[in-house]
C-alpha cells in the first residue's frame, strides 16, 4: 500500500508561484508513474501533469510552460512547480501513484491540498 501525502499548498495572488510537494511511503517498489490532478468546484478531476520513473513528462495543455512536475528518487517526493498562476488554477491538488507489482496494478491518492488563485 503506498501513502501520499502532499503539502504546499495555499492561497497566492494571480502571477505568483507555488512549489507542491508530494512525499511518498510504504512500498520499496516506485511507481511506474507518477501525477498531479486538480479538482475545482463542480468541475472532474483532471490530469495536470505526470512523470514517469525514467523522467518522461506529460501535461495538461492549460499549464504547459507554467507549470513544472520532477521527482526526488532518494526523497521519495514529487514535486509540482507552478508559475504564473491563474484564478482558473484555483483547485484541490490531489498526487496520484501507480505501481505494477507481480502482475497486479495499485493506484493510489493523497488526501489533497487546496491551492487558491485570487487577488
Known amino acids: 500500500q503506498v501513502q501520499l501525502v502532499e503539502s504546499g499548498g495555499g492561497l497566492v495572488q494571480p502571477g505568483g508561484s507555488l512549489r507542491l510537494s508530494c512525499a511518498r511511503s510504504?512500498?520499496?517498489?516506485?511507481?511506474?508513474?507518477m501525477g498531479w490532478y486538480r479538482q475545482a468546484p463542480g468541475k472532474q478531476r483532471e490530469l495536470v501533469a505526470c512523470?514517469?520513473?525514467?523522467?518522461?513528462?506529460d501535461y495538461a495543455d492549460s499549464v504547459k510552460g507554467r507549470f513544472t512536475i520532477s521527482r526526488d528518487n532518494l526523497k521519495n517526493t514529487v514535486y509540482l512547480q507552478m508559475n504564473s498562476l491563474k484564478p482558473e488554477d484555483t483547485a484541490v491538488y490531489y498526487c496520484n501513484a501507480k505501481t505494477l507489482v507481480a502482475g497486479v496494478a495499485g493506484d493510489s491518492w493523497g488526501q489533497g491540498t487546496q491551492v487558491t488563485v485570487s487577488s
Open positions: 512523470i514517469t520513473s525514467s523522467g518522461s513528462t
Open positions: 510504504g512500498t520499496i517498489f516506485a511507481p511506474y508513474v
